[in-house]
């Protein structure tokens, strides 16, 4: 019972907090744009969220759960629980100390970390190769949104032009959603199946993924209370601590963040929605001059990145090793 209640309060505050730094960036982005929706741009990430598992697999939530650590073994379960915790933490104090980072990656090295701690088998290619995925990805959005930035000064003035534009955003936005709930947001749905697991079988290993729909909409959700939760914070630094955004600035990010996410899901790697987002912005906003960026933002989330896998590696590795001592 004690270990259920443990895995159901985890799965609860990863949710919420997911929102709070994944939803939330998304939603501001979106309401970036002028005369947006905010009930539009709310409701369709919630149903895409909801969908994704059913329509477009859970090949990335997997990863979570298979690729990383040999977590199916017995104490699995545990080590992963040791991970999921120590992402949070670490995510939590560096944005207290303004340093907003990726709760991906710091899942991914949580995760890692307490399974070799614990004693269980890492694949260390397997992480290897998620890693520079992950490290590609925020590279392709940058380039990305460089050349779409670019492409966009050169589009022709038409008498409609705000009407197409728009309906360009809210396309670019609908993608951008798809490739959330295809690749970051599946590792909200590897939480909440292992805390089932746990709830139904008790501790062992982890189990293979499930989320029923009743599940699914729960996570939904919370996902979207913690999102509304911090929308004001996260939009302001998305709007004017990092960049100056215009409307055909916002439909480029939109996209370069959505081919790149997109790519790495085709490979099953897990990638921060996030950092492919800001990298975007960059892309675009740099494609007019480098006055355009706010570097000293850049720089901060560029630090907070570069210690979030050290720091939630070593964090997991002690969790795992205490655990075997226990």
Not at 186 to 199: D, T
Not at 208 to 219: G, H, R, S
Not at 272 to 288: H, R, Y
Request: aromatic letters at 6%; charged letters at 10%; glycine letters at 14%.
């Amino acid at each position: 019972m004690g270990w259920t209640a443990a895995f159901a309060v985890v799965a609860v505050l990863f949710v919420l907090t997911s929102g709070a730094n994944d939803g939330a960036t998304l939603i501001g982005l979106g309401l970036r744009f002028p005369r947006s929706p905010g009930w539009a741009i709310a409701g369709l990430l919630v149903v895409v969220l909801f969908a994704g598992p059913y329509v477009l697999g859970v090949a990335v939530a997997r990863t979570f759960t298979e690729r990383l650590a040999g977590l199916g073994t017995s104490g699995g379960a545990a080590a992963f629980l040791a991970g999921v915790v120590t992402a949070v933490i670490v995510v939590a104090v560096l944005t207290g100390r303004g340093l907003p980072t990726s709760l991906t990656l710091a899942v991914i090295g949580g995760i890692s970390g307490a399974g070799f701690g614990a004693g269980l088998p890492v694949s260390w290619r397997n992480l290897g190769a998620v890693l520079a995925v992950g490290a590609a990805a925020p590279l392709a959005g940058l380039v990305l949104g460089h050349l779409l930035g670019t492409l966009s000064r050169r589009v022709p003035s038409h008498r409609r032009m705000s009407r197409l534009v728009l309906s360009a955003h809210l396309l670019a936005y609908t993608a951008q959603c798809v490739a959330y709930a295809a690749n970051d947001g599946q590792k909200m749905i590897a939480v909440v199946s292992v805390a089932l697991n746990v709830g139904r079988d008790g501790l062992g290993g982890v189990g293979p993924l499930e989320v029923p729909p009743v599940w699914m909409a729960v996570l939904v959700a919370l996902f979207l209370a913690g999102s509304l939760t911090s929308l004001t914070r996260v939009g302001g630094r998305l709007g004017r601590g990092l960049v100056i955004t215009r409307p055909l600035h916002i439909v480029s990010a939109e996209t370069a963040a959505t081919g790149a996410v997109l790519g790495s899901w085709a490979l099953g790697s897990p990638v921060s929605m996030t950092q492919s987002i800001t990298a975007g912005v960059v892309g675009v906003a740099a494609s007019e001059g480098a006055r355009r960026v706010r570097w000293q933002s850049v720089v901060n989330m560029g630090t907070a990145w570069l210690v979030t896998l050290p720091s939630s590696m070593a964090l997991g590795c002690l969790a795992g090793l205490a655990m075997r001592l226990l």
